[in-house]
């Protein structure tokens, strides 16, 4: 696996594959990687000739009160990972190398990005959408690798792609999870002893989602109270967002009827907060209680 910091260097070094005619798949990361981030690997490298990893923590995604000094970072760690995944190249840029100058241009999803964990987070969107299309730009791929665990940013990507026409195929891959269902995120490290075990309230209010939508729950609002009535119960846990949207466009649903829901979670944990979210099919839920 070859490291490449400028763009002009990975330019360079897609250009003859590309000449050739093989296959490019990007697989976007801010580094500190863990087991899900080598599933996104795993699952570029199976559909494409070459693979690209990118490690850049993006401080445009980043509000002023957020970890950007203190993301967690090991270089080397991430090197050994990729390169034992098979990724070919390893594109990690400085801030300077992305941004030699203050950015003028801004990819803006504005209504989705504004929402859910946008509410509590302005301009992450913003950040995420621009930084995003210029990894495109510089990298050319056919496809790209993201995350079901970050879901907003999934829906946005592929909602950026389709609106601006980028010539990318957006594949999502299902949340990785450690042993107790804590979906694997490179924040965890951050989480006390304490805190951590607290965090499994995390998966366990999806699965008692599932358990009420299987005993007949219709009411969006009202199982939206009882996931955050049952996170509050964790005196760690502190829900800042806890939604049942529709899983194409993020929309409020207000009953639970045919169709499958998203019940979206974002959780503080002291400092730290985790992500998660699962949809619901009712369908589903009910046949397995009747099976
Ligand atoms: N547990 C996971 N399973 C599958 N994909 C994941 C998982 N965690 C992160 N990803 C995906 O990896 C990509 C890079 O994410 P990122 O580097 O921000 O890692 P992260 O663990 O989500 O970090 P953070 O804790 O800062 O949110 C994103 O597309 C993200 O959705
Ligand atoms: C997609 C991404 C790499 C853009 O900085 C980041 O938001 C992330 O790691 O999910
Ligand atoms: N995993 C999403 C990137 C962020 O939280 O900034």
Redesign the pocket.
């Known amino acids: 696996m070859q490291t490449l910091t400028t763009i002009a260097e990975l330019r360079a070094a897609l250009a003859p594959h590309r000449l050739d005619g093989r296959s490019i798949g990007l697989v976007p990361t801010?580094g500190y990687l863990h087991v899900g981030h080598m599933e996104l690997a795993r699952r570029a490298r199976a559909d494409n000739d070459i693979v690209v990893a990118t490690i850049f923590v993006?401080p445009l995604?980043?509000g002023a009160n957020?970890d950007l000094a203190r993301y967690p970072r090991d270089l080397a760690r991430d090197q050994a990972m990729l390169e034992a995944e098979g990724v070919h190249y390893l594109f990690a840029p400085g801030v300077q190398d992305m941004y030699p100058r203050p950015m003028e241009t801004v990819v803006d999803v504005p209504k989705l990005g504004a929402e859910l964990e946008g509410s509590v987070?302005p301009g992450?969107f913003a950040g995420?959408a621009t930084v995003v299309t210029k990894l495109f730009n510089i990298a050319g791929p056919d496809r790209a690798y993201f995350?079901e665990?970050?879901f907003q940013?999934l829906t946005i990507i592929r909602r950026m792609v389709a609106d601006l026409a980028q010539p990318v195929e957006v594949i999502g891959v299902p949340t990785v999870r450690e042993a107790d269902g804590l979906a694997c995120?490179?924040?965890n490290v951050y989480l006390s002893a304490e805190e951590r075990s607290a965090a499994a309230i995390v998966p366990r209010a999806l699965e008692e989602a599932e358990r009420l939508v299987a005993a007949g729950e219709t009411d969006a609002k009202r199982l939206e109270e009882a996931v955050t009535a049952f996170l509050r119960a964790e005196p760690l846990a502190r829900p800042e967002v806890v939604a049942v949207r529709d899983p194409e466009t993020l929309a409020e649903v207000g009953g639970i009827g045919e169709k499958p829901v998203l019940l979206l979670l974002f959780v503080r944990f002291g400092s730290t907060?985790l992500?998660d979210n699962r949809v619901i099919d009712p369908k589903n839920v009910k046949t397995a209680k009747v099976a």
């Open positions: 801010m993006n995604q980043f957020e987070r992450h995420v995350g665990k970050d940013q995120s490179s924040r907060k992500l």
